[in-house]
């Protein structure tokens, strides 16, 4: 069974620009998450998408959105970027059950810089 | 203002001895926790889970302390191998709540010596 896909793996980009992320969750899991990781300040919650619908959105500002397609795909999008905005940029999947209906099964990343 | 917190950034241990990592909880909502492992350039895999309704839960050579009156909890790694070196994150969910959405402590780097 094939893991939760995370394209691209490592990217540069430049301040004002944006940028466009790619999830391919596990076959069957209907529930997309993503997370923004930096040093020393664990893992942040950026949202969550459930049957092409946002359930839940952290505490990030408007320059971040996501969107989930038909197949659970999902997308998030990163507009003017900022040099803070250089992280790890973690996607999960799980089942969909609900909180507390198991764990999270998370990508290997895409590692963003901004100069 | 952190809900979930993890103190020590790092812990060093010798193998074959018990690695012992800890986290703090604030939200009283939080029924539901988790341990996540890292290592570097991979996502977090999870290790080991426990439901507010119970203390303990043993998988193998990890087992996870629940104290809910101290909002604490603790992962048991016993006997520690050098493979167990790694960013270990604790986490929290709120079973009414209405999405998966998981809040991290922000991680102790465990390093296991031979």
Partial sequence: ?115 | DQQVKQNSPSLSVQEGRISILNCDYTNSMFDYFLWYKKYPAEGPTFLISISSIKDKNEDGRFTVFLNKSAKHLSLHIVPSQPGDSAVYFCAADESSGSARQLTFGSGTQLTVLP
């Fill in chain 1, 1 to 115: 069974k094939a893991g939760v896909t995370q394209t691209p793996r490592y990217l540069i980009k430049t301040r004002g620009q944006q940028v466009t992320l790619s999830c391919s969750p596990i076959s069957g899991h209907r529930s997309v998450s993503w997370y923004q990781q930096t040093p020393g300040q664990g893992l942040q919650f950026l949202f969550e998408y459930f049957s092409e619908t946002q359930r839940n959105k952290g505490n990030f500002p408007g320059r971040f959105s996501g969107r989930q397609f038909s197949n659970s795909r999902s997308e998030m999008n990163v507009s003017t970027l900022e040099l803070g905005d250089s992280a790890l940029y973690l996607c999960a999947s799980s089942l969909g059950g609900g909180p507390g209906g198991g764990e999270l099964f998370f990508g290997e990343g895409s590692r963003l810089t901004v100069l």
